[in-house]
């Protein structure tokens, strides 16, 4: 089964910081941009950020610059988000997907292949 999983969510205090993992199950990702979503309680779902399949290529939503890093390591089949300077505003739950080549909108979920089932993030004192 072709599946990305998440990993690395939790509970963490203003300012924090959580480095979370999309692990993919059944192929390689060295293939696949992947981008990471999340979305709040009684909201829509947003991107966060994207990497291209070779990393030479990464966006971020104005709203995480400066404080989360996407970066992917293709020998261990991962993307991680590291996530710094957390604010309580952050709270939602991080979804990872996949999407093969590297003709793609960052932003259009529609595009993305494969979805986790997401990630709990918790800002909160």
């Known amino acids: 089964q072709l599946q990305v999983v998440e990993s690395g969510g939790g509970l963490v205090q203003p300012g924090g910081s959580l480095r979370l993992s999309c692990a993919a199950s059944?192929?390689?990702?060295?293939?696949?941009?992947i981008g990471w979503f999340r979305q709040a309680p009684g909201k829509e779902r947003e991107g966060v950020s994207c990497?291209?399949?070779?990393?030479?290529?990464?966006n971020y939503a104005d709203s995480v610059k400066g404080r989360f890093t996407i970066s992917r390591d293709n020998a261990k089949n991962t993307v991680d988000l590291q996530m710094n300077s957390l604010k309580p505003e952050d709270t939602a739950v991080y979804y990872c997907?996949?999407?093969?080549?590297?003709?793609?909108?960052?932003?259009?979920?529609?595009?993305?292949?494969?979805w986790g089932q997401g990630t709990q993030v918790t800002v909160s004192s």
């Open positions: 059944g192929f390689t990702l060295d293939y696949y941009a």
């Open positions: 990497i291209s399949p070779s990393g030479g290529s990464t």
């Open positions: 997907a996949a999407v093969r080549g590297s003709d793609y909108d960052c932003w259009d979920q529609y595009e993305y292949d494969y």
